[in-house]
């Protein structure tokens, strides 16, 4: 069921500050990541935004060197998995061939995410990769600071950002809000220096990172001394140049992510966000001549792609999916076999579950502790492939479902479980 206003994601889980040791492990599209069914490489796409050709080439990248399939990401890039070893070289050529790797150095950073249903952003998108691809510093950031530039709505910004640009990008003169990590305030820019704002946002928590010397990978993650200031950034954004003034508070709209289906644009939502390549192309045949739009929630909008035979295209594909599938709100690490720590093929067996389980709560399964890949905020049903395999967690909100002998009945109690805790008769529920 559809709620009738978007809610933002509930009790917002905040980063927590960390002394790290390391710098991140992320995967990029030069440093490889040794999964068990193969390397995986993840091409950062600013912005989500996706030519044609470039389409084309990612798909031949799958099919050459990997295992046919493209997934996406949370942060709206491309995965290639079952990469075979020493296939780097092959790699970074055809993606560089492809515009996908401008600067090599930086290709790790250029984690951008934007409302993928405003064309007017995408100036916002190239500028800020432009500055940042030309900017030695920030190769310091690591591959998970997060860059949100936002329309207005509050989409993007939603998804807990480092540095969040908020407003109108068409109009340049209007000034638009920049947002350091979770503060309550922000300060404002025109319009038009925004891409900048946020690079020099960036370069204030390099400086605060080095301060501390902790290597914060996140802005929630400096120590509590080291916290960036609405303050501090506005003088240096004056001492950059740039007209900057400190809104105390603000009242941060929320929008809800593009329903899959076949609005304007249309939406498509890949199952776990995996596609076979034969699946991708005809997605890259639908974007013609705009491109495509890769989203941070694992769909993919196709501007201006309307039309039945379009759609008849998508469902010959297995791509056509209405706005309330049960897919919308299942999610699922790798899993067996790609990951060596998981318990289970927990795909598969959300898979087979996914149409006998509509409920309310996103659900999300993983085959260890890690969860990667889940749902912000607590208001989801973790299901856990247990330690001694064969069987599952379930636990929403301190409510416990321990190995429940009819999973498909535990999980809809799961997904209907409200934040209150009720009382339940079922004998497998722990409280
Ligand atoms: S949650 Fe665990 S099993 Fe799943 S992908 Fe992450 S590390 Fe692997």
Known sequence: ??????????????????????????????????????????????????????????????????????????????????????????????LDAAGLLPAPAHERVRNIVAT??????????????????????????????????????GDVAAL????????????PGERVLVRLGSAAGAVAVASRDAPRAALLAAEYFLDAVDAAGTRAWRVGELPGQYRLEEGVFAARLTGAGIGAAVVEAVEWPYAAPPAPGAGDPLCVLPPFGRLSTAQWRVLVRLAEGDGMRITPWRTVVLPDAGGTDRLDLLREAGLAFSPDTAWRSVTACAGQPGCAKSRADVRAD?????????????VHWSGCERRCGHPRGTRWVDVLAAEDGGAYRLSVQGREWDRPADLAAALSAARATTSEPQPDTDPAVKK
Do not use: K, Y
């Open 160 to 171: 807990e950002p480092d540095v969040t640009v908020l407003g109108r990008p068409d109009a």
């Open 350 to 362: 959300a898979r087979a579950l996914v149409e006998r389980t509509r409920g309310e709560l996103p």
């Open 116 to 153: 993928p249903t405003s064309p007017a952003v995408l100036p916002w998108v190239r500028e800020l990769d432009r500055l940042l691809c030309a900017n030695t510093r920030v190769t310091a950031l690591s591959g998970r600071f997060l860059f949100a530039l936002d329309d207005g709505r």
């Open 1 to 94: 069921m559809l709620a009738a206003m978007p809610t933002p994601p509930s009790a917002v889980s905040r980063d927590e500050p960390v002394i790290r040791d390391r710098g991140d492990a992320c995967p990029g599209a030069l440093r490889l990541h040794a999964a068990d069914d193969g390397f995986l490489a993840r091409v950062r796409i600013p912005g989500g935004a996706l030519g044609v050709r470039q389409g084309e080439l990612l798909a031949v990248a799958a099919d050459r060197f990997g295992d046919g399939h493209l997934e996406l990401t949370s942060r709206g890039n491309v995965q290639l998995r079952g990469l075979a070893d020493g296939c780097g070289a092959g790699l970074g050529e055809l």
